[in-house]
């Protein structure tokens, strides 16, 4: 495809954003509009460097395949350019395209049946026989997720008329053997006493895929205050309410029960956040179990570095006395959330 032809195609702002990523090597490129993984896998083109498709993310059957399949074709470094048509955006388009009481009817309806149909178990090949993969929905943090899982790391992304265009590059990574659960209770990775990686159960409060971005939130958006990540669009809106109210931590309970974790303690950590604290902290956090209330919650620290200093004070506490430590700082955590109304958010 010609640059003309691309500009007719995509408009001016789409064409600025894939040349600012494809460089001077339209030659080395290949630019389709495709759903079909047919297409990706028979692909050439031996100095081929760049592959971007014109085709919105949304009408793809099989994204994961499709992405693996993009991937494969590429070198490290390589890059992929797509665009995808966010739920917030498609909820814009379509309050916009009908009178409010209908469109309101019509969103919830379609929230129903593209949303949630193709994430239940037993309405999923209902929907995909019907829709063919057709128009999916996807949230931002879910069409982001699933590149990273897939072997890339985003590079940039742009919203272009009502659609979020995206540029990532291979990486060395491997693709995981196991795809993500879309199920309510949701099982991460946390690094326990003495280095063990132990299952910690919550329910789910993020779109799926969104424990991929992890790396690429924090190099965008930082910490806010308290240690949380900022405009952290993984979190769904039902998300934040269970947060608020303390639901997502009640799986923890299993962790509890099985002695890997205690009443009080430090947070059980991915190993990316741990990453991000003081090598005398990483090695004093391992010596202990995690536990289920953090010290946070008592000392009430705002930066990531008062943070590390109120769970390397609590360490240093608890190793000296540890009965009487977490007597104490369960009770100030416990007057701080029910009088202070303190919470995770």
Known sequence: MNKELLIKEQGVDAFEFISKHIGNSFESSIILKT????????????????????????????????????????????KYIGFVETYVQRKHRLLKKYPFLVAQIYFFLDFI?????????????????????????????????????????VIEIKEIGNLTYFACKKTMREIPAKTPSFGILFKMKRLGKNNKLITVYKIRTMHPYAE?????????????????????????????????????????????????????????????????YSDELKQKRLL??????PPFYADLPVTLEQIMSSELKYIETYQKAPLRTDIYYLVKSLKNILLKNVRSN
């Open 35 to 78: 759903v079909s993984i047919f297409n990706i896998e028979a692909i050439e083109l031996i100095d081929l460097k760049n592959i971007v498709n014109l085709n919105k993310v949304n009408d793809i059957n099989g994204i994961n395949k499709f992405t693996q399949s993009v991937n494969l074709k590429l070198p490290i470094d390589g």
């Open 113 to 153: 049946f593209k949303r949630i149909f193709p994430k239940l178990f037993l309405t999923r090949k209902l929907y995909f026989f019907l829709t063919a993969g057709r128009n999916r929905v996807l949230s931002k943090a879910e069409a982001l997720g699933r590149l990273v899982y897939n072997g890339f790391d």
């Open 212 to 276: 991929y971005l992890q790396s690429y939130i924090f190099e965008n958006n930082n910490l806010r205050d308290g240690g949380k990540f900022k405009d952290d669009y993984r979190i769904t809106s039902w998300g934040k309410l269970f947060r608020k109210l303390w639901l997502d931590e009640l799986p923890m309970a299993i962790n509890f029960l099985k002695g890997e974790i205690k009443l009080v303690g430090v947070r059980p950590l991915s190993q990316h956040y741990l990453s991000l």
């Open 288 to 293: 202990i179990k995690p536990g289920l209330i």
